[in-house]
Antibody, heavy 125, light 113 residues
Framework: QVQLQESGPRLVKPSETLSLTCAVS????????WSWIRQPPGKGLEWIAY???????RYNPSLKSRVTISVDTSKNQFSLKLSSVTAADTAVYYC???????????????????WGQGTLVTVSS | DIVLTQSPDSLAVSLGERATINCKSS????????????LAWYQQKPGYPPSLLIY???TRASGVPDRFSGSGSGTDFTLTINSLQAEDVAVYYC?????????FGQGTKVEIK
């Protein structure tokens, strides 16, 4: 059974960079696609970005200018950096795995089949 | 971006009764080459991450009770919970994986009447 665990600072100051890591256990990070998703307190879900084991990534245009997603296959983990944060970035941040699909002669990410427990990151001075 | 609009925002259903949640997409999520709808449903209980309920609009995920069912095609989808149980109290989200950015509906809160 694949397990995902988010880690990183729970409190970030405005204008600084939020950094989170998702450690994957019970399976290899290779082959699949991996995402970050966030949920402001009491609100809905927002997809941030995904990456595959090779480092190929896609971003939500609404956040693209501030987001970097990366993967470290040697540590079986992937990471998120969100720069220039404001109070609006306060949220529970989840990492998740995509079921693997096949399309256009290659692979593509389908629905989210495994989720981490999430970590609340608060942006405040 | 594909906008998913769920209705209602919340509903209260008696134990043992049926709950119906709708999800309308701003554009079709039916991929013509494989005739599959790229739509999933998730259940989120308070204090927990979302968990996968339904994918391909109507396929139950492993371990999901058969009182949960999904239907619909193209732009209109429905999640039905037959014989609502106390443990079904949660927020339910639809999500499309047809295109990027991946998007979710705003969520529907299901409570016991």
């Amino acid at each position: 059974q694949v397990q995902l665990q988010e880690s990183g600072p729970r409190l970030v100051k405005p204008s600084e960079t939020l950094s989170l890591t998702c450690a994957v256990s019970g399976g290899s990070i290779s082959t699949y696609y991996w995402s970050w998703i966030r949920q402001p307190p009491g609100k809905g879900l927002e997809w941030i970005a995904y990456i595959d084991y090779s480092g190929s990534s896609r971003y939500n245009p609404s956040l693209k200018s501030r987001v970097t997603i990366s993967v470290d296959t040697s540590k079986n983990q992937f990471s998120l950096k969100l720069s220039s944060v404001t109070a609006a970035d306060t949220a529970v941040y989840y990492c998740a795995r995509h079921e693997l699909g096949y399309c256009d002669g290659g692979t593509c990410p389908y629905y989210f089949d495994f989720w981490g427990q999430g970590t609340l990151v608060t942006v405040s001075s | 971006d594909i906008v998913l609009t769920q209705s209602p925002d919340s509903l209260a259903v008696s134990l043992g009764e049926r709950a119906t949640i709708n999800c309308k997409s701003s554009q079709s999520v039916l991929f013509s080459s494989n005739n599959k709808n790229y739509l999933a449903w998730y259940q989120q209980k308070p204090g927990y991450p979302p968990s996968l309920l339904i994918y391909w609009a109507s396929t139950r995920a492993s371990g999901v009770p058969d009182r949960f069912s999904g239907s619909g095609s193209g732009t209109d989808f429905t999640l039905t919970i037959n014989s609502l149980q106390a443990e079904d109290v949660a927020v339910y989200y639809c999500q499309q994986y047809y295109t990027t950015p991946r998007t979710f509906g705003q969520g529907t809160k299901v409570e016991i009447k």
